[in-house]
């Protein structure tokens, strides 16, 4: 018996066009991210982007005083750095503001206007704090009482900056400075003791 062969008429074998279309614009598009991203790449690699950041470079307890209402009083000096360590874009500070605490307590607010770096250059924020007379309780009076005994005083210094800066043809980046870390003292000498302060990656 013979076997029947099956034809395909050349409707059923032709693709469709929009199928076509499909598949071109597809590879195009994968074509384009690829030779988006070694253009990335290979920007990255000449520019070298550095990151901005703001550190803690010295500091200065000028005076402290507490009396037996347990009232205090201070001055603190503090060096603040901004450093932008990019050979081919300025950087852009704003919102700078940071907080200084003893024992839990705030006794002053560091601020900044909004200022710019520029290329492979720094700027300086010498911050001289003095405080109005703060009341404290207690266990926040004792507590200071014993640093002064010690001759060692913490304080706690937190806060940020916002950043901004071009990477070439690459775009903006927008980045958070962020600062949180201990000041430590002689109160003896109001020397400080050098620690690390920084918003750099470790």
């Known amino acids: 018996m013979a076997s029947k062969s099956k034809f395909s008429t050349s409707r059923e074998r032709a693709t469709h066009p929009l199928v076509w279309c499909g598949a071109i614009i597809c ?4 074509i384009a991210v690829i030779i ?3 253009v990335t790449f290979i920007g990255y690699l000449v520019i070298h982007p550095r990151v901005p950041y703001v550190s803690v470079m010295d500091a200065h307890l000028d005076h402290i005083q507490i009396d037996y209402a347990g009232i205090l009083e201070i001055q603190v000096t503090i060096l603040i750095r901004a450093q ?12 700078s ?16 206007p909004p200022f710019e770096v520029g290329k492979n250059s720094s700027v300086d924020f010498n911050y001289v ?7 404290l309780r207690p266990d926040q009076a004792e507590d200071v009482d014993a640093g002064l005994k010690k001759d060692l005083i913490i304080f706690d210094l937190k806060g940020s900056s916002r950043v901004r800066w071009r990477i ?4 903006s980046v927008r980045y958070l400075c962020r600062l949180d870390c201990q000041l430590r ?6 020397t400080y003791i050098p620690s690390r302060c920084s918003s750099k990656a470790k």
């Not at 932008?84 to 919102?95: I, L, M, R, V």
């Not at 503001?97 to 900044?112: G, H, P, T």
């Not at 003292?185 to 109001?190: A, D, Q, V, Y």
């Open 185 to 190: 003292f002689h109160p003896l000498n109001g």
């Open 84 to 95: 932008n360590g990019n050979e081919k874009a300025h950087a852009s500070f704003s919102d």
């Open 27 to 30: 590879t195009i598009l994968t």
């Open 36 to 38: 988006g991203g070694i």
């Open 129 to 135: 704090v003095p405080s109005s007379p703060i009341p």
């Open 168 to 171: 070439g043809s690459l775009g």
């Open 97 to 112: 503001s940071y907080s200084l605490s003893l024992n839990r307590e705030v006794v002053a607010q560091l601020v900044a």
